[in-house]
């Protein structure tokens, strides 16, 4: 499975764009959807990896976050319902050895989270002994690979208001990474000013 997914991001259609210190790789995929992703250039860590897929009728659904989160500026003009900023807020950001989550606005203490993973090992669930707070979410690496899920590679850890959820990459998904990381360093990168930039 990890290999069908290598076999994929080769064959996509990819442009390359080096920015603000982060390395931007397109992809668009043979049914259309495109993934975008965006790694540190120093370090080759992960910060942003979205999806925009396309919907039954043809159309797209906007941009999906699967790592990192959308930076939106607050308006105060803007009109009618808005999130409020002390709803808790679940983003995954990735380390080099974990899959990592993190829920900000959670002040309870450590030892009122559990966290589980499902019965089918493909999803983590998170809740309180308080019953303030529920998440069933699944890894998409680790669904793309074929891999199940197992208890004992979960840790949690809470400051600052947030609970952080990690779980250990297993040896295939760090080799499957490694190989990711060798094509994109093959890829032609324009870096900000270029006039063009050249797909693969």
């Known amino acids: 499975m990890a290999s ?3 076999e ?6 990819k442009t390359c764009l080096i920015q603000d210190g982060r390395r931007k790789i397109h992809y668009t995929f043979d ?5 975008s992703e965006e790694y540190n250039e120093k370090n080759n860590d992960l910060i942003v990896r979205k999806w925009c897929k396309k919907g039954t009728l043809g159309g797209t659904s906007g941009w999906e ?11 105060l003009d803007s009109e009618g319902l808005m999130e409020s900023n002390t709803n808790p807020i679940f983003v995954r950001k990735d380390t080099a050895q974990n899959f990592q989550w993190r829920i900000r606005n959670l002040p309870y203490p450590l030892d009122n989270y559990i966290v589980n993973i ?4 493909k999803n983590i669930i998170i809740k309180t002994k308080n019953k303030k707070y529920y998440k069933k979410f699944s890894i998409p690496d680790m669904e793309r690979a074929g891999l199940y899920l197992q208890q004992n590679q979960t840790q949690l850890a809470h400051a600052n208001n947030t609970l952080i959820v990690s779980y250990k990459k297993p040896e295939e998904i760090l080799k499957l990474e490694k190989l990711v990381h060798e094509e994109i360093k093959k ?12 797909p693969s």
């Open 65 to 75: 976050f699967e790592v990192g989160e959308e930076l939106k500026p607050r308006s």
């Open 31 to 35: 049914d259309g959807n495109e993934l």
């Open 187 to 198: 890829m032609k990168a324009s870096r900000d000013g270029d006039v063009d930039c050249n």
């Open 8 to 13: 994929k991001l080769k064959k996509a259609q």
């Open 118 to 121: 499902s019965d089918d090992n």
């Open 4 to 6: 069908l997914w290598l």
